[in-house]
């Protein structure tokens, strides 16, 4: 018992040990209804927040509570499988909270491929809740099949699903067109529909995101350390 608790009290495991109980405690609140599965949705993709940054990763199709939790999940078990099989017989000291730090980043970064590869894995059940929890939908591509009619409005299927079908609203100058690939960026809850954009519209719009973002942060380097001005 006293090599257990010292296993899950040491850093960076202690992380997991906080951590992962309160993601248990969330799906029993969602189990009793008591939490929203939608907890982390957003309504649109637009700006920097958790939603968009998870869909920026590959997690589509899957509420973001859900993603986080097999994220966490998997990061967990590939940190207590580096303590178990190399920190704990390492005496580290002092440099157990750099090395900790470290071992936490390759944690999240072998994790998020296999979280996603699940996430993608289990798409379709949560398609079936599409109508009860739509916003789990944005980020994924659909086929236009139908003219949008004299208001915008057509139908569209997800080209990893086609048994799921969505109501698209489109604007005028950006109608969706049949056979088009669009990816859908903003459910309207008024209208029961979604937005969308082009699929090259929308890969061309992420690079020049990532483009803005990796100069400011060589801005941010330059001027030593500042972030830059958004």
Same mark, same amino acid.
């Given at each position: 018992?006293?090599?257990?608790?010292?296993?899950?009290?040491?850093?960076?495991?202690?992380?997991?040990? %906080? +951590?992962?109980?309160?993601?248990? &405690?969330?799906?029993? @609140?969602?189990? $009793? =209804?008591?939490? /929203? #599965?939608? *907890? !982390?949705?957003?309504?649109?993709?637009?700006?920097?927040?958790?939603?968009?940054?998870?869909?920026?990763?590959?997690?589509?199709?899957?509420?973001?509570?859900?993603?986080?939790?097999?994220?966490? %999940? +998997?990061?967990?078990?590939?940190? &207590?499988?580096?303590? @178990?099989?190399? $920190? =704990?017989?390492? /005496? #580290?000291? *002092? !440099?157990?909270?750099?090395?900790?730090?470290?071992?936490?980043?390759?944690?999240?970064?072998?994790?998020?491929?296999?979280?996603?590869?699940?996430?993608?894995?289990?798409?379709?059940?949560?398609?079936? +809740?599409?109508?009860?929890?739509?916003?789990?939908?944005?980020?994924?591509?659909?086929?236009?099949?139908?003219?949008?009619?004299?208001?915008?409005?057509?139908?569209?299927?997800?080209?990893?699903?086609?048994?799921?079908?969505?109501?698209?609203?489109?604007?005028?100058?950006?109608?969706?067109?049949?056979?088009?690939?669009?990816? +859908?960026?903003?459910?309207?809850?008024?209208?029961?529909?979604?937005?969308?954009?082009?699929?090259?519209?929308?890969?061309?719009?992420?690079?020049?995101?990532?483009?803005?973002?990796?100069?400011?942060?060589?801005?941010?380097?330059?001027?030593?350390?500042?972030?830059?001005?958004?």
């Amino acid at each position: 018992m006293e090599a257990l608790r010292q296993i899950v009290l040491s850093f960076p495991v202690v992380v997991f040990t %906080g +951590l992962l109980p309160l993601v248990l &405690l969330y799906w029993l @609140l969602v189990l $009793l =209804r008591l939490a /929203p #599965l939608e *907890l !982390f949705a957003r309504d649109s993709l637009k700006g920097d927040h958790l939603a968009s940054t998870m869909v920026a990763l590959g997690f589509v199709g899957v509420p973001v509570s859900f993603a986080l939790s097999v994220l966490l %999940g +998997l990061a967990g078990v590939i940190t &207590l499988v580096i303590e @178990l099989a190399v $920190l =704990r017989w390492l /005496p #580290l000291g *002092l !440099f157990r909270i750099p090395v900790g730090v470290a071992v936490l980043w390759a944690a999240f970064v072998l994790a998020s491929p296999l979280a996603a590869s699940v996430c993608h894995a289990l798409q379709r059940r949560f398609h079936r +809740l599409a109508r009860s929890q739509p916003r789990c939908l944005l980020g994924e591509v659909v086929q236009v099949r139908s003219a949008a009619d004299a208001q915008g409005w057509t139908t569209a299927t997800l080209i990893d699903d086609p048994a799921c079908e969505v109501s698209l609203h489109g604007k005028a100058g950006d109608l969706p067109r049949p056979g088009e690939r669009r990816v +859908l960026v903003k459910f309207v809850a008024k209208e029961g529909a979604y937005r969308s954009v082009a699929e090259s519209r929308y890969c061309e719009a992420r690079e020049h995101l990532r483009r803005l973002r990796l100069a400011r942060g060589r801005a941010g380097v330059s001027h030593g350390g500042a972030e830059a001005p958004l």
